[in-house]
């Protein structure tokens, strides 16, 4: 079993920055850690993911140039820095890990969630 952490979110204005950590707390054996987030009256969509063995990255288009996806394999954290933000990012973000070998873009497979947190970004 995996528990992920996310301490992070809030509410800043367009243009400005937010960086999310998640920590991970668990024996199992993780190959993908990565964000979805989730708008009101919205399914819940892929932000970015990063393999824990630090073999890629990835983004969904919307944020790619924006948010930048890092990991501290030392402190079992993941970190998504998110900047120029934007209104239509305003979202829960949520926190996943996976230990599947082939990563997934839908939310489905990922077996591991956070509890979500608030992004606010006001116009």
């Known amino acids: 079993q995996v528990q992920l952490v996310e301490p992070g979110g809030g509410l800043v204005q367009a243009g400005g920055s937010l960086r999310l950590p998640c920590e991970a707390f668990?024996?199992?054996?993780?190959?993908?850690m990565g964000w979805f987030c989730q708008a009101p009256g919205k399914e819940r969509e892929f932000v970015s993911a990063?393999?824990?063995?630090?073999?890629?990255?990835w983004y969904a288009d919307s944020v790619k140039g924006r948010f930048t996806i890092s990991r501290d394999t030392a402190k079992s954290t993941v970190y998504l820095q998110m900047n120029s933000l934007k209104p239509e990012d305003t979202a829960v973000y949520y926190c996943?890990?996976?230990?599947?070998?082939?990563?997934?873009?839908?939310?489905?497979?990922?077996?591991?969630w956070g509890q979500g947190t608030q992004v606010n970004v006001s116009s």
């Open positions: 996943a890990a996976d230990p599947d070998r082939y990563l997934s873009f839908d939310p489905k497979p990922w077996d591991y």
């Open positions: 990063i393999s824990w063995s630090g073999g890629g990255s």
């Open positions: 668990g024996r199992t054996f993780i190959r993908h």
